[in-house]
Nanobody
């Protein structure tokens, strides 16, 4: 299966926005859920947002109201729109595809699903 490939990371100032993208063509079946995790420097990987084929989503409390996960079925892509970014949002962001439902996937930072290589987000104050 084709690997997951993330893009869209970069450096922004606090209050700015970024949109991450992930190609999930190798894991586009409706039996999968997809998600975004992040790993801040020196900290543990944590779930950010997840979504399944029905559009059911789950979000980490820290990003609710600021981040939006979405999926384009025609393009086999998932996205993470990040607004009002804070320095605490900095880290490597990973895309994942797994058969776990969104709420469970959100709390499974080292699951057996397929992971991308990550894209770096840096938010300066």
């Amino acid at each position: 299966q084709a690997p997951l490939v993330e893009s869209g990371g970069g450096s922004v100032q606090a209050g700015g926005s970024l949109k991450l993208s992930c190609v999930v063509s190798g894991y586009a079946s409706s039996r999968y859920s997809w998600g975004w995790f992040r790993e801040p420097p020196g900290k543990r990987r944590e779930g950010v947002a997840t979504i399944d084929s029905t559009g059911t989503t789950s979000y980490a409390h820290s990003v609710k109201g600021r981040f939006t996960i979405s999926k384009d079925n025609a393009k086999n892509m998932i996205y993470l729109a990040m607004n009002n970014l804070e320095p605490e949002d900095s880290g490597m962001y990973y895309c994942v595809a797994d058969t776990l439902p969104p709420p469970v996937l959100l709390t499974t930072p080292h699951g057996m699903g397929a992971w991308g290589q990550g894209t770096l987000v840096t938010v300066s104050s």
